[in-house]
C-alpha cells in the first residue's frame, strides 16, 4: 500500500457545516476511489502565510490515507483546483519516515519537552539515566470511515441506516446491488420504506465509487426522489 497526504484551506466565510461538507466531500471520494483514510485531522483556523484572496486566514485540513493505485489523484487535484471554497491545497507522497511521525503525532510523541527532576537535573543526565523508561504508547489504526449513502439521490438518513445495519456501508457494495435486492432490504425494513424505488441507486453508486461526481451531480439533476422523470410523469405534472 502506497501512503499519502492531502493538506488543503477551505474558505473561513464558510458556514461551520459548510466547511466540514467541503472536507467531507473529499474524504467521500478518496473513499469512492478505493482508499483507506487513516486519519483526518481538523486543523481549524490558522493564520495563513499570506494574502489569498482576501483572506488572512483558513480553515485547515488534512488526510491522511492508503491507496494501491494513483491513477485517481489527478481526478482529485481537478476537483480541488476547481472548487471555489478551497483556498489552497498539496498532496504529497509519505514514506516510511513520513508515517512513523504522524502516528508518533496522533501518540503525542511529537514536541515533549524534555523533563527535570526534582533537583533540576536533565532527564538525559547520567544521574536520571538509570530511571527506567516510559512505556511508549500504543498507536490504534485508525478505521475506515464509512461512505455517505445519502449522497445517491433518494437516499435519506433513515434509508442509508437501514442499508448500513444490512451491511452496505460503501458506494462499492451499493453498486454491486439489483434493484430487486435492494427492495428486499427496504421491505424487510417496515412498510414505511417499501414505496422507495431503488431502480437508479446501484448505477448512481458506481458513478460515485469511481469518483464521477460531475456526472452523477449533472444526472441527479435530471432525477426526482432518485427516480428518472419519464415523458408520461412530466405530463402528468403538467
Partial sequence: ?????????????????????TAQKYVDQLQGS??????????????????????????????????????????????????????????????????????????????????????GADMNTPAAAAAPAPKPKIVKAQPAQPDNLKRIEGIGPKIAEVLKTSGIDSFAKLSTMTPDQIKDLLNQ??????????????AQAELAAQGEWDKLKKWQDELKGGKVVTAASKDEEE
Fill in 1 to 21: 500500500m502506497r501512503n499519502y497526504e492531502v493538506t488543503f484551506i477551505v474558505d473561513p466565510v464558510l458556514s461551520g457545516d459548510e466547511i466540514k461538507a
Fill in 34 to 119: 478505493g482508499a483507506s483514510i487513516v486519519n483526518v485531522d481538523e486543523m481549524g483556523l490558522r493564520q495563513l502565510a499570506y494574502e489569498i484572496n482576501k483572506r488572512h486566514t483558513g480553515y485547515y485540513y488534512c488526510v491522511e490515507f492508503q491507496s494501491e493505485t494513483t491513477g485517481y489523484l489527478s481526478s482529485l487535484e481537478l476537483n480541488m483546483r476547481r472548487d471555489e471554497r478551497l483556498l489552497r491545497f498539496l498532496t504529497i507522497a509519505l514514506d516510511k519516515y513520513g508515517v512513523k511521525y504522524n502516528a508518533d503525532k496522533r501518540a503525542g510523541l511529537i514536541g515533549k519537552t524534555k523533563k527535570k527532576t526534582k533537583g
Fill in 189 to 202: 425494513a417496515g412498510d414505511r420504506f417499501s414505496f422507495q424505488d431503488p431502480t437508479t441507486w446501484p
